[in-house]
């Protein structure tokens, strides 16, 4: 396993949680990182990816004011800091990185990514 994301739980309506995506140093050397998510039911979606120096992030509109990446490359971690959670944020949440160097590219799509982590579940009740 290359990447492990963990930091998710059970959280109510308008609160927060910290994401942490936790990798060697090989898988993150030099490529995106992004955030997905699924709910049960639906496709694996965007939330947010940064570029290896951090110095460009994109974020999904549904997110977009509410959750904050980072990443810490002397650690190699990427975090997502989730504020203002709703319901529909509702998903497990997974990490994954791009092996192509690029302070440009932060795909969207799934197809963008190399290297997956297994996931961590978040819940957030009304």
């Known amino acids: 396993v290359q990447l492990q994301a963990y930091g998710g739980g059970l959280v109510q309506a308008g609160g927060s949680l910290r994401l942490s995506c936790a990798a060697s140093r090989r898988t993150f050397r030099s490529g995106a990182v992004g955030w997905f998510r699924q709910a049960p039911g639906k496709e694996r979606e965007f939330v947010t990816g940064?570029?290896?120096?951090?110095?460009?992030?994109y974020y999904a509109n549904s997110v977009k004011g509410r959750f904050t990446i980072s990443r810490d490359n002397a650690k190699n971690t990427v975090n997502l800091q989730m504020n203002s959670l709703k319901p529909e944020d509702t998903a497990i949440y997974y990490c994954a990185a791009r092996r192509t160097p690029s302070e440009v590219v932060i795909p969207t799509t799934t197809r963008g990514y190399d290297y997956w982590g297994q996931g961590t579940l978040v819940t957030v009740s009304s």
């Open positions: 940064i570029t290896w120096k951090g110095g460009r992030t």
